[in-house]
């Protein structure tokens, strides 16, 4: 018998599931565009609307950098701002609001969700973790290595959010044990995490919603960014060995005492043998359907929760909303700054500057985006900075544009804690670890000013490469 906290979250679980579904049918069905140009153009209205809209933005963006525990808030009263001012002056109204969100993106981030949330509930992530730590725990350097690239695999298919979640605990752990530092370790892993979610369509936001925007299907991605993402990887990795230091504080007998670690097993082989085929089929659909990423991951999802024989109610109570509401809110926003004609005047100063060049104007979007994301998070970049990418005209051959905006993204996500999501989680993780273990070293915790002494020599590699990368795929495409 369902208690009635339980009962209300399978009511809104449930909701939640069938209004994606229905918007993002309705979407595809009957498209609708957000209003590019509007009669304002060229007027003094129009002038003192993009005033207003850049108002807004800076206020609500500064807030989100120095409140981000209140961003649902924040963000509410910002789209409410600019619904308001665009009601009232004529260049934006609840309709276009509506036609802004993209659903199908959201659709997209809900079901894979809902997938990562199930799979990690089989206890395959701590399994697989934990067998690679016993081959490789007393060779440090070694360790840290396999955990990188371990964390970058899983970013592949599920969110690096929940990579994090997953993995860091037992980080922490082993760090603990072998008297290391854990700082360095956790670093690494959020950047892999970002280098894993630019590698593919499915691991972070920036590549769902290009993906799902532009229709790109899931090989292009793979071909494109996990060969540049790789290199980058490796770049960190010989960073990592030549000038950090992991703190190595243990005797040799420390060294001896074999890793006491969390005793883990599968604890649903149904669930994750049905996930692994649910999955697969899903990459299958994404390679080589034109059927919206957005549907294909709702009905994955859905099959999996229906079929896997895992406690519903468990998996309906650990669904976290706040990033669908804060993505749906970023999207009203924007939606309303790119309804003003504001990202368009930017994009306009961008070409001047880059003296009419489109590929310099190209580079200094990249640039620009990577700088704006160790501030704003990569999520909120990504809706701001993509109108302004689709404005750089006769640069098509291999997607170009959308991936110097991933790369520009992933390099500044690395740059700061706030750059993504799985920064500032993970030193809330880490301090909570640190705070319930009195036995814990306390000598180091991670900070913002710890984690830029490493995060950010490491985005200006990757920018330097990524932007190499960028003017290498540009010259092979008039080469052939």
């Not at 309705?26 to 565009?33: A, G, K, L």
């Not at 409140?67 to 009601?87: M, Q, Y």
């Not at 292009?220 to 992991?246: A, E, Q, S, T, W």
Request: one cysteine or more; glycine letters at 8%; charged letters at 10%.
């Amino acid at each position: 018998m369902m208690n009635v906290a339980t009962k209300k979250q399978s009511v809104s679980f449930y909701f939640v599931f069938s209004v994606l579904c229905v918007w993002c049918i309705y979407t595809v069905t009957t498209p609708t565009f957000l209003l590019k140009t509007n009669p304002l153009n060229g007027t003094l209205k129009n002038i003192v609307a993009q005033v207003i809209c850049l108002k807004i933005l800076i206020v609500t963006f500064a807030t989100l950098y120095y409140r981000p525990t209140k961003r649902l808030f924040v963000l509410s009263l910002g789209s409410l701002a600019i619904l308001a001012v665009g009601t009232y002056v004529g260049f934006y109204n609840l309709s276009y609001a509506l036609q802004s969100i993209d659903i199908s993106t959201l659709s997209l981030l809900f079901g894979m969700g809902l997938i990562s949330t199930i799979l990690a509930a089989t206890n395959c992530f701590k399994v697989v973790t934990n067998r690679l730590i016993e081959m490789f725990g007393k060779y440090h350097f070694a360790l840290f290595v396999i955990l990188v690239l371990l964390t970058y695999f899983f970013s592949l298919f599920i969110n690096n959010l929940t990579t994090m979640l997953l993995i860091l605990p037992v980080t922490l752990t082993l760090a603990d044990t072998l008297k290391l530092k854990a700082t360095p370790f956790i670093i690494g892993q959020i950047i892999a995490s970002n280098l894993g979610g630019a590698s593919s369509m499915l691991g972070d936001f920036p590549n769902m919603l290009i993906a799902s925007k532009m229709h790109i299907p899931f090989h292009l991605f793979i071909k494109h960014m996990m060969p540049i993402c790789l290199i980058n990887l490796g770049v960190m990795l010989l960073y990592f060995y030549r000038k950090v230091d992991f703190g190595d504080s243990a005797t040799t007998e420390d060294k001896l005492v074999q890793l006491t670690l969390p005793n883990a097993s599968i604890t649903n082989s149904k669930a994750l043998n049905l996930s692994i085929l649910v999955l697969i089929t899903m990459i299958g659909f994404f390679m080589f359907s034109r059927i919206s990423p957005g549907i294909v991951a709702l009905v994955g999802a859905g099959i999996l929760l229906a079929f896997s024989s895992i406690d519903k109610e468990e998996i309906i109570a650990r669904v976290n909303y706040t990033d669908l509401g804060f993505f749906l809110l970023l999207f009203v926003l924007i939606g309303g700054v790119e309804s003003s004609g504001l990202l368009e005047t930017v994009s306009d100063g961008v070409l001047y500057v880059s003296g009419g060049n489109e590929f310099v104007r190209l580079l200094i979007l990249m640039w620009g985006a990577s700088f704006v994301t160790m501030f704003f998070n990569a999520g909120p970049t990504t809706i701001l900075f993509l109108p302004m990418f689709l404005g750089v005209s006769g640069l098509q051959p291999h997607n170009l544009i959308f991936w110097a905006l991933s790369l520009g993204i992933c390099a500044g996500s690395s740059g700061s804690l706030n750059g993504a999501t799985a920064g500032p989680v993970s030193l809330t993780l880490m301090e909570k670890f640190y705070r319930n273990d009195s036995k814990t070293d306390k000598r180091e915790h991670l900070t913002y000013a710890s984690y830029s002494i490493i995060g950010f020599p490491i985005m200006y590699l990757h920018l330097l490469i990524s932007t190499l990368y960028v003017l290498i795929l540009y010259w092979m495409s008039f080469k052939y």
